[in-house]
């Protein structure tokens, strides 16, 4: 299928103006990536203006971007609310959604019911979290009687922590080395949240502007009827992903866009923007898929080719 900019629709979360940023910045806001931004990108001290100032260009970027887009035919929905969203999957043939993900670790206070998580460990339906969780705590354990909250909220950490960097540290290492290969897989917080549901609260699995949602929330954000394609713009969307595709017969119908890794915003928006305009041309032959996979080996070889000239 060949795919216009007519068949498009872009979800956009993030705060574009000075005014939703500030307000998305105060502690009680539902909304995740102001105040994740200004905790990873600004200093301590830092006021409202400069921690905007540092996000600003960015915001910048993605208005013109989307204005530019808009023009050649595609919907644009800014300040994307969860029920923007299934709308544009209701009526697009591609849905492109620019959000946060806030990737949270586990913190100890997240635990409602430490008896219970202990007490459930032996039945876990996941072999590969039930066999780390097993090993570490008897590497780890403090005390040969009780086993502290800590050792597990460290081991659950860890598994994240190599998800999300795809670095395999020494102390991951030594426990993961005795489990068979067929059980190892990476672990996203959304599995945790999964597999401890009841026991550990869930975290935001990404971002709108009403609101975070966990991934227990999102489970009816692309209807059973969509086939089309999804590009989930967000960073490590590889796990939220794989999560709303669910498996078997249950399997949906649509292709998934997916960033493995950390991506910063100004390469997403190039890139989209760039599809767009494949889409556009009249000698366009591409659906949005192939569209995008054009765009991306075309940076790869423009990176080898500069590689190449200052090796020279």
Same mark, same amino acid.
């Given at each position: 299928?060949?795919?216009?900019?007519?068949?498009?629709?872009?979800?956009?979360?993030?705060?574009?103006?000075?005014?939703?940023?500030?307000?998305?910045?105060?502690?009680?806001?539902?909304?995740?990536?102001?105040?994740?931004?200004?905790?990873?990108?600004?200093?301590?001290?830092?006021?409202?203006?400069?921690?905007?100032?540092?996000?600003?260009?960015?915001?910048?970027?993605?208005?013109?971007?989307?204005?530019?887009?808009?023009?050649?035919?595609?919907?644009?929905?800014?300040?994307?609310?969860?029920?923007?969203?299934?709308?544009?999957?209701?009526?697009?043939?591609?849905? $492109? *959604? #620019?959000?946060?993900?806030?990737?949270?670790?586990?913190?100890? =206070?997240? !635990?409602? @019911? +430490?008896?219970?998580?202990? /007490?459930?460990?032996?039945?876990?339906?996941?072999?590969?979290?039930?066999?780390?969780?097993?090993?570490?705590?008897?590497?780890?354990?403090?005390?040969?009687?009780?086993?502290?909250?800590?050792?597990?909220?460290?081991?659950?950490?860890?598994?994240?922590?190599?998800?999300?960097?795809?670095?395999?540290?020494?102390?991951?290492?030594?426990?993961?080395?005795?489990?068979?290969?067929?059980?190892?897989?990476?672990?996203?917080?959304?599995?945790?949240?999964?597999?401890?549901?009841?026991?550990?609260?869930?975290?935001?699995?990404?971002?709108?502007?009403?609101?975070?949602? $966990? *991934? #227990?929330?999102?489970?009816?954000?692309?209807?059973?009827?969509? =086939?089309? !394609?999804? @590009? +989930?713009?967000?960073?490590? /969307?590889?796990?939220?992903?794989?999560?709303?595709?669910?498996?078997?017969?249950?399997?949906?119908?649509?292709?998934?866009?997916?960033?493995?890794?950390?991506?910063?915003?100004?390469?997403?928006?190039?890139?989209?923007?760039?599809?767009?305009?494949?889409?556009?041309?009249?000698?366009?032959?591409?659906?949005?898929?192939?569209?995008?996979?054009?765009?991306?080996?075309?940076?790869?070889?423009?990176?080898?080719?500069?590689?190449?000239?200052?090796?020279?």
């Amino acid at each position: 299928m060949i795919h216009r900019p007519t068949d498009c629709g872009l979800a956009i979360s993030y705060p574009l103006s000075y005014k939703e940023f500030k307000r998305e910045l105060n502690a009680n806001a539902q909304q995740r990536f102001a105040r994740d931004y200004a905790q990873s990108s600004s200093w301590p001290g830092a006021t409202t203006k400069e921690i905007w100032n540092g996000f600003s260009k960015f915001a910048s970027i993605i208005r013109k971007t989307a204005k530019n887009v808009k023009k050649n035919g595609v919907t644009v929905v800014y300040s994307a609310s969860k029920q923007d969203v299934i709308n544009l999957f209701k009526t697009k043939k591609v849905v $492109t *959604f #620019f959000s946060h993900n806030p990737n949270d670790f586990v913190k100890k =206070d997240e !635990i409602t @019911d +430490f008896k219970r998580l202990l /007490s459930t460990l032996n039945s876990l339906d996941d072999e590969y979290i039930k066999k780390f969780l097993k090993l570490y705590i008897e590497k780890y354990r403090t005390n040969d009687k009780n086993i502290n909250i800590e050792v597990i909220v460290d081991a659950l950490n860890l598994l994240i922590e190599t998800s999300l960097t795809m670095h395999k540290t020494k102390r991951f290492e030594a426990i993961a080395a005795y489990i068979q290969p067929e059980y190892r897989r990476t672990i996203s917080r959304i599995d945790i949240d999964v597999v401890f549901s009841g026991v550990i609260l869930p975290s935001p699995a990404v971002d709108f502007s009403d609101g975070a949602r $966990t *991934f #227990f929330e999102l489970k009816h954000l692309i209807p059973s009827t969509f =086939d089309g !394609i999804c @590009d +989930f713009s967000i960073c490590y /969307s590889k796990y939220l992903g794989d999560a709303l595709k669910g498996s078997g017969t249950d399997r949906g119908r649509y292709t998934c866009l997916v960033n493995n890794l950390s991506t910063d915003i100004e390469s997403r928006v190039f890139i989209y923007k760039h599809v767009i305009e494949i889409l556009s041309s009249q000698k366009n032959k591409y659906d949005y898929a192939e569209a995008n996979y054009v765009v991306r080996k075309k940076i790869l070889e423009m990176i080898e080719i500069r590689s190449s000239q200052k090796q020279k």
